[in-house]
């Protein structure tokens, strides 16, 4: 267990409709990343919060938002959902923001799909 | 920004056989090179990583070799078993920024053949 926890495991919606992913850090690791993955894809980084704030931004599209609340738990908010945003996604955690010493522990992610 | 490939996509090795997966990279100053595993429908999970002062790095049956000059990296698992069938990502990141600007690879499905 990573100790990330991601709500909820599945969700399944339709186009248009709106949903919203959440996680929960490991105790004590102040940043958190969401990433995309699609069938068969890689990793794709969407965005990452630091202690509360947006620390780095990946190619989110403009219908994904995020934040991340004062408890450090994060959500992210999909809207005007497409077929294409059909996927698996993750929540990471890592202690410090720049460096290597602190690798991402990924959270078991929430399949979503979009009907 | 950074530019991370991987290959081969798919790759089949016969149980105690070693097996090789490849990455390069574009941005040259990119120092810190982690490898995920994810097994089937589960999470990423670090699986050992380098960062550009050293040449190699060894775990067990294990191992990742930098060449900086070519901006290439590579993970090596030897005397392969089946439990490490699964799908193997490689990814950079530039200097000071550890997991920030993390750029995954496509990443490589290994099968290991009993």
């Known amino acids: 267990d990573s100790g990330v926890t991601q709500t909820p495991k599945h969700l399944i919606t339709a186009t248009g409709q709106r949903v919203t992913l959440r996680c929960s850090p490991r ?11 699609s069938l068969d894809q890689g990793l794709q980084f969407l965005i990452q919060y630091y202690n509360g704030e947006e620390r780095a931004k990946g190619n989110i599209l403009e219908r994904f938002s995020a934040q991340q609340f004062p408890d450090l738990h994060s959500e992210l908010n999909l809207s005007s959902l497409e077929l294409g945003d059909s996927a698996l996604y993750f929540c990471a ?5 720049r460096t290597s010493e602190s690798p991402l522990h990924f959270g078991n992610g929430t399949r979503l799909t979009v009907t | 920004g950074e530019n991370v ?4 996509s798919t790759l089949s090795v016969q149980e105690g056989d ?12 990119s120092n810190y090179f982690p490898w995920y595993k ?3 429908g589960k999470r990423p999970q670090l699986i050992i990583d380098i960062r550009s002062n050293v040449g190699e790095k ?7 070799t930098l060449n900086k000059t070519a901006k290439h990296f590579s993970l090596h698992i030897t005397e392969t078993q089946p439990e490490d069938s699964a799908v193997y990502f490689c990814a950079a990141s530039p200097p000071n920024f550890g997991n920030e600007k993390l750029t995954f690879g496509t990443g490589t499905r290994l099968t290991i053949i009993p």
């Open chain 1, 93 to 97: 955690s890592s202690a410090r923001v």
């Open chain 2, 58 to 64: 060894k775990d067990q049956r294990i191992a990742v």
């Open chain 1, 27 to 37: 105790s004590g690791d102040l940043s958190v990343y969401w990433y995309q993955q």
């Open chain 2, 38 to 40: 994810q097994e089937l």
């Open chain 2, 18 to 29: 070693s097996a090789v997966i490849k990455c390069t990279y574009s941005d040259s100053a």
């Open chain 2, 5 to 8: 490939e991987q290959h081969p």
